[in-house]
């Protein structure tokens, strides 16, 4: 069973920094891909950004220039850093790692950026 453990969320003001960090039971070389994904109120979940295991990353245009995604495969670790934050990036943040045909979440962990 693969299991996905986020942290690093929290309250920042706008303009600051936080990086999430994304713990996975085992080598995060081992998925298809593995990405962040975020959910704001009222709002359908998003994809954020990913990795490819062949490298290939991908950002929504929200974030691109901002937010930088990484892996640490000796932690089997993923990463957001996320910088010059801006209100509308607050949500739930949820990790995922694909392994077709099987996708898997983490639990979420909340951004919260004030104005």
């Known amino acids: 069973q693969v299991q996905l453990v986020e942290s690093g969320g929290g309250l920042v003001q706008a303009g600051g920094s936080l990086r999430l960090s994304c713990a996975a039971s085992g080598s995060i070389f081992s998925f298809d891909a593995m990405g962040w994904y975020r959910q704001a109120p009222g709002k359908q979940r998003e994809l954020v950004a990913a990795?490819?295991?062949?490298?290939?990353?991908n950002y929504v245009d929200s974030v691109k220039g901002r937010f930088t995604i990484s892996g640490d495969n000796a932690k089997n670790t993923v990463y957001l850093q996320m910088n010059s934050l801006k209100p509308e990036d607050t949500a739930v943040y949820y990790c995922?790692?694909?392994?077709?045909?099987?996708?898997?979440w983490g639990q979420g962990t909340q951004v919260t950026v004030s104005s």
């Open positions: 995922n790692a694909q392994l077709f045909p099987n996708y898997y």
């Open positions: 990795i490819s295991s062949d490298g290939t990353i």
